[in-house]
């Protein structure tokens, strides 16, 4: 267990090593949820004058949204650097050394949680200089976080899954370019459920985009529901164990299959 | 002494089919005793690194079985992981770290401490010539450079026993023999069991102990070099001419000198294997000029390990590219 804990820690550090060395990369995967804070932020501002919607300004309402949907969007890229490490021989080096799966794994989506938080922070950061505010304070944020983590950890499997089944880029590219924009706005990232019709709130329902945006949206109320927060983080987590379990069976497919 | 215990690897019958049903071994049987170097040598295709990723591990055998270091690599994988160190045929580097993190990376992961992957780093760095170039990303290094920084890696927890797999492949000259001396140096002062594939005749005829020759998924001989190349009798001719010669030529050559073995053409080169050189040449020479083919040189030689392989694969070394079947009988 040690060596499985030492290991993922080693992984993690291989796989975090290109973007501290070039920290700007980091940036570029913040362009389009930025771009789309403010976009968002202008084009829905009227919004708050309806009635029903909840109290405060939509940036504020709008800042767990773009938190969730960039942590989707961002590890669903995680398969692609597998799909480069089985091209260049990587993957099977690693596989020779006493070095188990799951840790190998377990550096992968490590380095997306480290990712996931700073990117998180940013965003967050950038909304409250733009004027949002968060009445549920320090624990609701801590909340978020551990949500858009999960997001990321279930994504990343899922996206190493595919990588490790299909073998092939673009074949995870268009997976994750199919799957993120209707997950985004299939959800409550955008909008209050009760403003959507009702056969998008059934799917909404499902989606664990609402899942992970439930839990963030705890930030913007007073007086925090932590039974909401604690059930949603239990079903994100839910959903990333079954996710990493599948990540498990792909890698005996490709073993298999090697 | 119970052979068995002196035996680093052991295969017996390995057979493994490709989705799509590409028949890569078709029961693959050789042993390899502790502290020697052996060489797998063979064209494409032969099965060369199907057999070295099974025996490490990597791939798992339809049929057969095989140990190394004494454990069964489909039954006792975690074991066998911690005694082999493998290059694969592709280099393998991490691009995105230097030279050194791709070594220490190699040492944490079999559980090797702080210290001693920096000792054995920079030893290995140094015996490498890579020690100019360890803090730059690998991403800016030669093919030459990667391929050494790969043999490094796989000797990083320092192994009982290395698979390489075409170690040399790509390498200039100059660090093609620097890289056998390193090879040969492993093997022969430090005890390590070391299984090698080669496209290189001379590669595996000086660094190799014992040689089998790979074809079509079976090993269709096995041996000591010299006892391989004992193992045909008799002499080489070999006979270069200015002009190839046609098919019709040859066949006509072939029928009316019976003394001529395994005649092959290839090119503008022309080669038998008879009982005695000097008595066949004479001829030869004198059959030739009457079909009105110029020849440059003649030469008679004992076998070479180029007329091994020839004789059992049926096909003519040519460069580390294309090993292609020509001419005529045998
Ligand atoms: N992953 C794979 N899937 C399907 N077929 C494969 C796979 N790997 C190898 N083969 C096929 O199996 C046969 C043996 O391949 P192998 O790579 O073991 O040969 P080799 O002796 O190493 O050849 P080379 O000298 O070209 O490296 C070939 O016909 C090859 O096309
Ligand atoms: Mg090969």
């Known amino acids: 267990m040690r060596a499985i804990v030492a290991d993922s820690l080693h992984l993690v550090t291989r796989r975090l090593r290109p973007t501290l060395r070039q920290p700007v990369y980091l940036g570029f995967t913040l362009g389009t949820p930025v771009i789309w804070l403010f976009l968002f932020g202008q084009l829905f501002k009227g919004i708050t004058a309806l009635p029903g919607f909840p109290s405060g300004s939509y940036l504020s309402f709008l800042v767990p949204g773009i938190v969730i949907m960039t942590a989707m969007l961002n590890s669903g890229w995680a398969g692609t650097s597998y799909v480069m490490d089985m091209e260049r021989g990587v993957l099977d080096r690693l596989l020779v050394t006493p070095t188990r799966r799951v840790a190998i794994v377990a550096g992968d989506l490590g380095n997306q949680a480290v990712m996931t938080v700073v990117q998180s922070l940013i965003i967050i950061g950038l909304g409250l200089l733009a004027g949002a505010r968060f009445p549920g304070g320090a624990l609701a944020t801590l909340a978020l976080l551990a949500a858009a983590v999960l997001i990321a950890a279930a994504f990343a499997a899922l996206s190493i899954a595919v990588a490790l089944l299909v073998r092939k880029q673009e074949s995870i590219i268009a997976i994750f370019n199919f799957l993120g924009l209707p997950l985004s706005f299939l959800s409550s990232t955008l909008l209050p459920t009760e403003f959507m019709p009702h056969w998008i709130q059934d799917i909404s329902r499902w989606n664990p985009i609402s899942w992970g945006v439930t839990v963030g949206r705890q930030m913007l109320a007073t007086h925090v529901d932590w039974s909401i927060a604690v059930s949603h983080l239990a079903y994100l987590l839910i959903l990333a164990v079954v996710l990493v379990a599948l990540c498990s069976l792909a890698f005996r497919s490709y073993q298999r299959l090697a | 002494m119970d052979t068995s215990m002196s035996d680093a690897i052991e295969a017996h019958g390995l057979e493994k089919s490709y989705r799509g049903g590409v028949k890569a071994l078709r029961g693959v049987s050789f042993s390899v005793r502790k502290g020697t170097i052996f060489s797998l040598l063979g064209p494409n295709g032969a099965g060369k690194s199907t057999t070295l990723r099974i025996l490490t591990t990597l791939s798992s055998p339809d049929a057969g079985e095989a140990r190394v270091a ?22 393998a580097v991490d691009l995105a770290a230097t030279g050194y993190e791709n070594l220490a990376l190699q040492g944490q992961l079999y559980g090797m401490r702080k210290a001693d992957i920096q000792t054995r780093a920079d030893e290995l760095l140094d015996r490498f010539g890579l020690s100019g170039v360890h803090r ?39 660090s093609r023999q620097a890289m056998w001396r390193e090879i040969r140096r492993l093997g022969r002062e430090e005890g390590l069991t070391v299984l090698l594939t080669t496209h290189y005749l001379d590669e595996a005829d000086f660094l190799a102990e014992r040689i089998a020759i790979v074809d079509q998924g079976r090993v269709a001989v096995e041996g000591t070099p010299d006892d391989l190349k004992r193992e045909l009798k008799g002499d080489t001719v070999r006979v270069e001419l200015v002009r190839p010669v046609s098919a019709d ?7 009316e000198l019976p003394a001529l073995r395994e005649l092959r053409c290839d090119g503008k080169t022309l080669r038998a294997r008879v009982d005695s050189g000097e008595r066949a040449l004479p001829a030869l020479l004198a059959r030739l000029d009457a079909c009105g083919a110029t020849v440059a040189a003649a030469t008679v030689a004992r076998p070479s390990l180029d007329d091994v392989y020839l004789h059992h694969t049926g096909r003519v070394y040519l460069s580390q590219e294309e090993a292609s079947p020509k001419c005529v009988r045998s």
């Open chain 2, 70 to 91: 004494g454990l069964d690599v489909v039954r006792q994988q975690a074991q066998v992981r911690l005694a082999i160190g493998y290059v694969s045929q592709k280099s």
């Open chain 2, 136 to 174: 730059r990303i690998t991403q800016t290094y030669s093919g030459g450079m990667l391929r050494k920084l790969d043999v490094a890696m796989g000797l990083m927890h320092r192994p009982d026993v290395l698979f390489l797999d075409e170690p040399t492949t790509g390498l200039d000259p100059e």
């Open chain 2, 249 to 255: 030529t040859l066949r006509m050559v072939a029928t």
